[in-house]
């Protein structure tokens, strides 16, 4: 909070989005893959349920 003013939240983009999905199907958890995004677990939850970012998890399969 900068002179008591709060600053907005960042906003995963698409390709965090395709980080996002990387970092899962490696078996990390959703909430250290937000802690490291400085985001609420409920915005890698909304990757994870294709509520966001639609075409991502395709993505980040085809890179491995």
């Not at 990387?22 to 409920?42: H, S, T, W």
């Amino acid at each position: 909070m900068k002179d008591g003013i709060r600053q907005p939240s960042y906003c995963l983009t698409f390709d965090d989005a395709v980080e996002v999905w990387r970092r899962k199907i490696n078996g990390e958890f959703q909430n250290r893959i937000a802690a490291d995004f400085d985001v609420n677990p409920g915005r890698v939850n909304e990757i994870i349920k294709h509520k966001k970012h639609v075409g991502s998890e395709e993505i980040a399969r085809a890179s491995f």
